[in-house]
């Protein structure tokens, strides 16, 4: 079996969700559910042996011991992270905590238990990161894209504690010999994405008749991937990655925030008109984000040459899917947005 952490999140329970659709290998998904975990996105899995949930916060060494000794994995793959830019600029602590703490403790559980396996599972063996391509700081309007030997420069406290995170990753490869795989992915959407981030805040807050929020001009760059793309990227790398190499995973999408809204708002125009006007009406321009990037964009090149991973995504597409998701899933998002997931979480664990 592999081990996941934060597979309750939007990538890591799609990646369980991919993972279970096209193989037969079970999960063991670890998991803290803080606000940002939802164990509803997992529920066509309920009663499945092949997926076993564990509520355990990666910065508990006991906890990781046992379920280590226990399920003996054959891999882990690391998503569980504070993953939101805006709330680390509020409360950077609980990133520094888990991104930082968290993946220091998981690689100190993981490298005991992978120093005591016999040699052959020991060789094979391995664990992958999960980055972002913000550890790479910010870039012009003119720069080359970000490749896997440009220079980290963090400029967030969400991408320093990643950045911290990847050099500790790589440390452990390059003192200990543990056989670790490092991916820098762009920015992800599609569905069971939290609604505090652009795409699924524009949509829920669209369809709430509420404002589309803006920060600064809206000609910041992001580099979109359809998060199933991003799924199969770290399934190849999994399997066929070189131990200790870092690989870019990117969309080829490069967009401003100003043109992901607009597309938003001219899709939600064809598939749920307003009764008067366009969705582009509730658009408005707020205070920008302090210290934000810029531009990202990601130079994927070399996963496609070394393992041949390109995205089956095209923005349009892909935003396309995700509209139709977000106008057919309402359930999920009324449970987000009202709490009331997180009520079932704590009657459930109580
Ligand atoms: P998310 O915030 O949606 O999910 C994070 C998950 O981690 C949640 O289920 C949460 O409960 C869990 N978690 C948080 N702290 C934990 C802890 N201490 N112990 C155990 N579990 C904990 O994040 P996401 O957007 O799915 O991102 C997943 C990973 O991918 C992160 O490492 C992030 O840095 C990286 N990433 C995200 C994007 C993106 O666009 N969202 C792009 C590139 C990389
Ligand atoms: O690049 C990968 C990263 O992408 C991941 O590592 C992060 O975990 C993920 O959250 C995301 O970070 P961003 O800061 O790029 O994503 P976010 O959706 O928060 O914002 C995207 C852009 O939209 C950014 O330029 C800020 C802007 N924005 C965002 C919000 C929430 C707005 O203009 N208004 C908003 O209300």
């Known amino acids: 079996m592999i081990l996941v952490t934060g597979g309750a999140g939007f990538i890591g329970a799609n990646f369980v969700l991919d993972w279970l659709s096209v193989c037969n290998e079970p999960v063991l998904n670890v ?3 803080t606000y940002a975990g939802n164990l509803a996105t997992l529920k066509s899995l ?6 076993i949930f564990a509520r355990v916060d990666i910065c508990d060494r006991a906890a990781l011991d046992s379920l280590l ?3 003996k994995p054959r891999a882990v793959v690391h ?5 939101h830019v805006d709330r680390s600029i509020d409360g950077p602590a609980d990133f520094v905590q888990t991104n930082v703490v968290g993946t220091f403790t998981l690689l100190e559980a993981v490298r005991a238990y992978w120093g005591a396996l016999p040699v052959a599972e020991k060789s094979a063996f391995r664990m992958l990161a999960v980055s972002t391509d913000e550890v790479f700081g ?3 309007p003119q720069d080359p894209q970000f490749s896997e030997t440009t220079p980290y420069a963090p400029n967030s406290p969400y991408s320093a504690t990643k950045a911290a995170s990847d050099h500790l990753v790589r440390a452990y490869h390059h003192t200990y010999g543990l056989p670790t795989l490092t991916t820098n992915c762009s920015n992800n959407y599609g569905p069971y994405h939290f609604p505090e981030k652009l795409i699924p805040l524009m949509i829920t807050n669209a ?7 803006i920060y600064g001009d809206g000609q910041n760059v992001r ?9 199969s990227a770290i399934r190849q790398v999994l399997e066929r990655g070189t131990p200790g190499e ?8 490069e967009k401003t925030n100003l043109e992901v809204v607009h597309t938003l708002c001219d899709l939600l125009d064809e598939l749920k008109p307003k009764a008067e006007g366009s969705y582009r009406d509730q658009m408005t321009f707020i205070k920008d984000r302090p210290g934000h990037d810029r531009r990202y964009a990601i130079d994927a090149r070399k996963l496609e040459r070394e393992l041949g991973w390109r995205p089956a995504e095209t923005f349009e597409t892909g935003l396309k899917k995700t509209v139709q998701w977000y106008l057919d899933n309402q359930p999920w998002v009324n449970d987000v947005t009202s709490g009331e997931y997180r009520k079932w979480v704590g009657q459930h664990y109580a």
Do not use: I, M, R
């Not at 998503?79 to 993953?83: L, M, T, Y």
């Not at 870092?246 to 999408?253: D, E, R």
């Open 207 to 213: 369809l709430a008749g509420k404002t589309l929020p």
């Open 46 to 51: 309920q009663g499945s042996e092949k997926h």
């Open 246 to 253: 870092t690989y870019n995973v990117g969309g080829w999408n």
């Open 69 to 71: 000794a226990e399920h």
């Open 31 to 33: 998991d803290k559910l």
């Open 223 to 231: 580099d979109w991937l359809y998060v199933t793309d991003h799924c």
């Open 138 to 140: 910010s870039l012009g």
């Open 79 to 83: 998503f569980a992270a504070e993953s």
